[in-house]
C-alpha cells in the first residue's frame, strides 16, 4: 500500500504522482486510489489544495467509443489515460511523483479531455471541405442562371423598344 506524505512541491500540469487515498470511497466505475494520476490542472501555490487529476490505468482492453482515451507511454508502465474521468482531489491525497507526460501525450490529453466534456477547442473549426465544394458549385450555377435572365431581359427590353 502506498503510504502517505506532506503536500508535493512545485505540483505541474502534466506530472504524473500515486493518488494514495481520496475522502470517499470509489463508487460504480470510478478509478480507485493507489494508482497513478495525471495531473490535469494549474496548480498555484496557496491556493485551495486541490488538484483535477485523470487517473491511469494498465488495462488496454477498456472500450473507447468516444475516443476519450490516451495511451501514456511514459508512466511506470504503459497505460491509458482515461480522460472521461476527471476528478478533484485534495493535494494531500498525492504520494510519490512517477513521471511528467511527453508535449504530444499532454496534447492528446488535452484534446480527449475537451471531447469528453463537449468543449470546442481553441482554433478555428475544421471545415467540411466536401460540403464548401457543394455550395461553390451551386453558387457557380446560380450565378450562370442570373447571368443568363439578365441576357433575357436585355434582350426583351431591346425588343419592345
Not at 47 to 76: F, K, Q
Not at 79 to 100: E, F, P, W
Request: glycine fraction near 4%; proline fraction near 7%; aromatic fraction near 4%.
Amino acid at each position: 500500500m502506498v503510504t502517505s506524505m506532506a503536500k508535493p512541491k512545485n505540483i505541474a500540469r502534466g506530472d504524473m504522482y500515486y493518488v494514495n487515498r481520496e475522502p470517499e470511497a470509489p463508487k460504480g466505475h470510478e478509478q480507485r486510489p493507489g494508482r497513478p494520476a495525471i495531473i490535469v490542472s494549474d496548480f498555484h501555490a496557496g491556493g485551495d489544495n486541490t488538484c483535477m487529476v485523470v487517473y491511469l490505468t494498465t488495462n488496454r482492453d477498456r472500450r473507447d467509443p468516444d475516443n476519450v482515451h490516451v495511451e501514456i507511454n511514459s508512466a511506470p508502465k504503459p497505460s491509458i489515460a482515461l480522460c472521461n474521468q476527471i476528478k478533484t482531489i485534495d493535494v494531500k491525497c498525492l504520494d510519490r511523483y512517477c513521471g511528467h507526460l511527453t508535449s504530444r501525450e499532454m496534447a492528446a490529453v488535452n484534446a480527449a479531455m475537451a471531447r469528453a466534456l463537449s468543449l470546442l477547442l481553441a482554433g478555428p473549426a475544421p471545415q467540411p471541405t466536401a460540403e464548401i465544394k457543394r455550395l461553390k458549385k451551386q453558387l457557380a450555377e446560380t450565378e450562370r442562371q442570373a447571368e443568363s435572365w439578365r441576357k433575357m431581359a436585355l434582350h426583351l427590353t431591346e425588343r419592345s423598344a
